[in-house]
């Protein structure tokens, strides 16, 4: 081992060292405030990533350590991977149409709205930075969602249900979309275009990796876990989720798409079902077992996410007017999925909560923010630090908002009276 592969190795260890206590403590801040801990990690990040502008520069390297930058990367599929656990291929069948319209709704009206807010607030920067904020704006996080609805004992409503089916379709058609850009912009740096015919062919080519990737895997992964049960060796279960995980990621990645899209098929296609008799030998099932792992990566990317934002251009006007007009594009694009919930078992079901319930983006938001950022055209970053700011001002905001209007929401139409 020579000496600046065990220095790089040594800042590796000290900045992990760093981020990781750092972000229990910004997460622990959170919780108890009543918020998701992803914020207190963004958060604690912010200010890990400013003491320079108080004249300390010791953490200014890991910033741009690659060796961090990766495992926060890594963290990034692990986190996808286990939001689509969280959902199977069977709950998105069975919330149907309803949902789909939902969600086409709620990706539609989002990126129009952020479009246009590109073209009005940012005329000099290229029209490829317009699709982008469009873009970011379609997420919804699912994750952050699923646990208000879970406190306030409503997970099981029929608005509940409309909501997260719509929020699992909306993460595809955003990676979809998202992937879309990228290859726009990754052609237009190179100096050639793409067509109607080509945009055509990433469109289905993201739609039949994802819905191939589905049917196969549902098919394939019960016989592949019954031939792995004839191994002894500790960690099985683990060992194969992760392996599809990393596998659906290459593929996607091979073949021109995100490697998160490919993470998140992964976590769709692994049902319990297939996976059960590894449980009843004693293993973990597969979201206990991914846990510690997230737990140890996802907060990588948080913090190091924090990090790179400027906090010098929240001083600046035009960035915090951004923020405030993105951030109301966000929320009212998110209202339009109102118009696709109809009823529910005879019922009339709660429009304004469905789109209240829609409006977070919080760790589906910073992903699409940091890929922006890593985007060029003619040398300029497509997501620039005042745009990246931004951005992470609308994540936090919509991520803060909804608890507490969603629970209004809710408590408002428990109290009326039924017609």
């Not at 509940?160 to 290859?183: F, Y």
């Not at 449980?279 to 996410?305: K, N, Q």
């Not at 990090?307 to 951030?327: C, K, N, Q, Y």
Request: hydrophobic residues 55%; aromatic residues 6%; glycine residues 12%.
């Amino acid at each position: 081992m020579n000496v600046p592969h065990g220095s790089e190795i040594g800042t590796v260890a000290l900045g992990l060292v760093v981020i990781l206590l750092a972000s229990k403590i910004g997460g622990d801040l959170a919780v108890r405030a009543r918020q998701p801990a992803v914020l207190g990690e963004l958060a604690i990040g912010v200010l890990l990533g400013n003491l320079s502008l108080l004249g300390f520069t010791r953490f200014e390297s890991f910033e741009t350590n690659a060796g961090i930058d990766l495992l926060g990367q890594l963290g990034v599929l692990v986190l996808l991977f286990s939001v689509g656990l969280e959902s199977t291929v069977r709950e998105m069948r069975r919330v149907g149409g309803p949902a789909f319209v939902v969600a086409v709704l709620g990706v539609v009206a989002p990126w129009a709205l952020g479009w246009g807010v590109g073209r009005l607030m940012l005329p000099e920067h290229s029209v490829y930075t317009h699709i982008f904020l469009g873009a970011a704006l379609t997420a919804t996080s699912v994750g952050i969602t699923a646990r208000v609805l879970q406190d306030l004992g409503r997970s099981k409503s029929a608005e509940a249900k409309i909501i997260l089916g719509a929020a699992v379709i909306d993460d595809v058609l955003g990676l979809v979309i998202l992937s879309l850009v990228t290859a726009l912009i990754t052609a237009a740096n190179a100096g050639s275009s793409i067509s109607y015919t080509s945009i055509g062919m990433i469109v289905t080519k993201a739609s039949v990796f994802l819905f191939g990737s589905l049917v196969i895997g549902v098919w394939l992964t019960p016989i592949v876990f019954r031939a792995a049960l004839r191994l002894r060796s500790p960690a099985v279960l683990l060992t194969l989720g992760l392996s599809f995980c990393f596998l659906l990621a290459y593929l996607s990645e091979v073949i021109g798409l995100a490697p998160i899209v490919g993470a998140f098929a992964a976590g769709l296609i692994l049902e319990p079902v297939h996976y059960r008799d590894f449980v009843t030998r004693g293993e973990h099932d597969l979201e206990e077992s991914i846990a510690p792992i997230a737990s140890f990566l996802v907060p990588v990317f948080f913090v190091v996410m924090g990090m790179h934002v400027d906090a010098s251009t929240f001083a600046r006007i035009e960035t915090l007017g951004l923020a405030a007009v993105l951030t109301l594009a966000a929320i009212v694009g998110k209202q339009a999925c109102s118009l696709g919930a109809g009823t529910a078992d005879g019922k009339k079901l709660d429009r304004l909560s469905i789109g209240l319930g829609m409006i977070p983006r919080g760790e589906v938001g910073l992903i699409f923010a940091s890929i922006g950022a890593g985007l060029t055209l003619g040398g300029e970053r497509i997501v620039n630090e005042g745009i990246y700011s931004a951005l992470v001002i609308m994540v936090i905001v919509t991520t803060l908002v909804t608890p507490p209007a969603l629970k209004w929401s809710l408590s408002r139409g428990a109290d009326r009276p039924a017609h």
